[in-house]
């Protein structure tokens, strides 16, 4: 449907001439199309207010079955537990680094003691190889994807969650000094954009033989900092 033919659909229609410097906002859900006059340079996006619509944005996000990239990126951010999506009229425009170590955890970015307790963390339970459930604190970034650790302050065993680097895969594994001497616990094939561990389909070694986390596979659940420190998780040494 070319709204810009001759023969143009007998339709209610606005027409804008969008000039350099301005900006358009089209409500949610309605039909447009955008013809550029020349050689322009166009940024676009999607704007979620705080005052009705972030809500209807959550539900339709939640109840989707599409599991496009567009999708993960709202769950792995505005979705997060956490997230701050209060409005503050007295305080005036946030610097981009600021509202992306919201949902980031940007642990160099000199955030407030509140921010860092909402940043993401990762919970493991249930592992028939206990000694790997318990809080996964962010650890920085591998490539793209964001990693946790785990540090056993009992025997001073330490455990992460990455992604393999240049694969789908994630790994839960021990990390001694820094290298990883002993095989991967658990494992589990992800998408290639994700940027949090998946939190079902990991595998133990009736998945590989040479894995060593044994039955039943671990619940993982990505929540923030506060909560996760807060839990009481079983596992054994």
Not at 194 to 219: H, R
Request: charged share 20%; net charge neutral.
């Amino acid at each position: 449907m070319d709204f810009f033919a001759p023969s143009k659909p007998f339709v209610r229609q606005y027409h804008d001439i969008v000039h350099t410097g301005q900006l358009l906002i089209i409500p949610g859900q309605r039909w447009h199309q955008v013809r550029n006059r020349g050689n322009t340079v166009t940024l676009a996006g999607n704007f979620v207010s705080g005052r009705g619509s972030f809500e209807t944005m959550k539900k339709e996000v939640e109840s989707n079955p599409n599991t496009g990239s567009y999708y993960k990126q709202l769950e792995n951010t505005l979705l997060v537990p956490g997230f701050d999506i209060s409005i503050d009229y007295d305080k005036g425009d946030m610097m981009w680094k600021d509202f992306r170590a919201q949902g980031q955890g940007d642990v160099d970015s000199g955030q407030s003691n509140e921010l860092e307790a909402a940043t993401f963390a990762v919970v493991v339970s249930g592992a028939g190889s206990s000694e790997i459930n318990g809080c996964y604190l962010f650890n920085g970034r591998n490539g793209n994807a964001w990693q946790f650790e785990l540090i056993n302050t009992a025997t001073g065993r330490t455990f992460e969650i990455f992604q393999v680097g240049g694969s789908r895969w994630w790994n839960i594994m021990e990390r001694v000094g820094n290298s990883y001497p002993n095989p991967v616990h658990y494992g589990v094939e992800g998408d290639s954009d994700d940027v949090l561990p998946p939190t079902n389909g990991w595998g133990s070694k009736e998945y590989k033989g040479t894995w060593l986390g044994m039955n039943p596979m671990p619940i993982v659940e990505v929540t923030n900092r506060k909560v996760c420190l807060s839990r009481k998780v079983a596992k054994h040494t």
